[in-house]
């Protein structure tokens, strides 16, 4: 047994078994002992005991079968008929009432207040007035209080292990719905990983076959290069794809290449070069630590940016420039294009995905038309890794 000791399993199975079963060996068991004094000793006179002896050493044990049905019923029966043992001459001196301390202890256990606390305060009243002796009564006063406390902390530590049961059951339902709420966000994310890789593919996919019929006469050089890109940008969102549905395979686990970062930019932007927009790469400051999920967020945001640009833009110059302050990592992509509707704050799913994963890490996102000339501006601000 691992992390169970054979009380708790015997405690175990003692519950898995019907309660009437159980009390009623119990029962059975105290009812023998209850007998004892009659079976096993002879009568200083010679005669049998009296048959009154017998009829309640029985009457006094047998209903504790039903005690955790009717504890308080059962106590009751059980003291009364105890009491009744004296009546007859020739009977055997009982030195402890078995029965009656284990109803003491069920009612203990099992009873609410008020019902518990009555059964006590009659008893005592009880014990006052029957008693022979200062003797007799001092030794049932300590049994009964004993019987009692034992089932108080009986009841005490029942009332322990539920609330523990229920608060490992709380803890496991909490986990299973935050995994549940992990998942969803994984999903999400590899939602808006494949919307980006798509986007951004497509776009310039559809880009260079526009082209190619254009030129494919009068420049078989420049149209070639364009079916390269195109066969380029399918590749990359293939490998790309394949990663991200690797990770949903749930029986498999196959080797994952690592996510785009922010070291992939200047290959991103030598990719959407070969559509014909010339894509410029800058980087000042001091390069600082950067979250994983940061990193990530920094390329997909360029990428989504890059993809309206080639979309939307009428473009031919982008710049994707990198600024490193003590805190922050900045991040401007920037067009002379003429796609002022992009400007708008609600306009399109590119730029609300944009701002959604710059406050995923706890940065912020501005898009606009540039103010030092045509086209339009993405800045990206981004937390630095705590040092």
């Given amino acids: 047994m691992s992390d169970l000791t054979l009380?708790?399993?015997?405690?175990?199975?003692?519950?898995?078994?019907?309660?009437?079963?159980?009390?009623?060996?119990?029962?059975?068991?105290?009812?023998?002992?209850?007998?004892?004094?009659?079976?096993?000793?002879?009568?200083?006179?010679?005669?049998?005991?009296?048959?009154?002896?017998?009829?309640?050493?029985?009457?006094?044990?047998?209903?504790?079968?039903?005690?955790?049905?009717?504890?308080?019923?059962?106590?009751?029966?059980?003291?009364?008929?105890s009491e009744l043992y004296d009546l007859a001459d020739n009977v055997a001196r009982q030195p402890i009432w078995y029965g009656v301390l284990v109803g003491f202890y069920t009612v203990a256990a099992y009873s609410s207040r008020v019902p518990r606390i009555s059964v006590l305060m009659l008893a005592f009243a009880g014990t006052l007035l029957t008693a022979g002796s200062w003797d007799t009564l001092l030794r049932g006063t300590v049994q009964v209080v004993a019987a009692y406390a034992i089932g108080r902390a009986a009841a005490t530590s029942r009332a322990h292990a539920a609330a523990l049961e229920e608060r490992a059951a709380r803890l496991e339902r909490e986990r299973q719905m935050e995994a549940e709420r992990a998942a969803e966000r994984e999903r999400a994310r590899i939602a808006r990983d494949m919307h980006d890789i798509l986007a951004h593919a497509v776009s310039l996919m559809v880009v260079q076959a526009e082209a190619g019929p254009v030129v494919v006469r009068s420049n078989p050089a420049r149209a070639e290069a364009a079916f390269d890109a195109i066969a380029a940008a399918g590749r990359d969102a293939m490998v790309q794809l394949r990663r991200l549905l690797g990770v949903l395979k749930e029986d498999e686990h196959p080797p994952r290449l690592p996510q785009p970062t922010l070291g992939d930019l200047p290959a991103l932007a030598g990719q959407v070069h070969r559509t014909g927009l010339d894509v410029a790469f800058a980087e000042t400051g001091e390069p600082r630590p950067i979250a994983p999920d940061s990193a990530v967020a920094a390329y997909r945001i360029t990428q989504e940016a890059l993809t309206n640009i080639v979309k939307h833009a009428g473009a031919d110059r982008a710049d994707i420039r990198l600024t490193w302050e003590d805190d922050n990592l900045v991040i401007d992509i920037s067009d002379n294009g003429t796609g002022g509707d992009r400007a708008l704050p609600s306009g399109g799913n590119g730029l609300i995905g944009i701002r959604e994963r710059a406050a995923a890490c706890g940065g912020d996102a501005t898009a606009g038309p540039r103010q030092d000339g045509p086209g339009f501006l993405v800045s990206v601000r981004l937390p630095l890794a705590a040092s």
Avoid: E, M
């Fill in 7 to 81: 009380v708790d399993v015997a405690r175990r199975r003692l519950q898995a078994l019907p309660q009437l079963w159980v009390d009623g060996v119990l029962a059975g068991l105290i009812t023998v002992i209850q007998l004892w004094p009659l079976l096993s000793a002879q009568s200083a006179t010679g005669r049998p005991w009296h048959w009154w002896a017998y009829v309640v050493a029985v009457g006094a044990s047998l209903p504790l079968a039903w005690r955790r049905r009717a504890p308080v019923t059962v106590l009751v029966l059980s003291l009364c008929t």
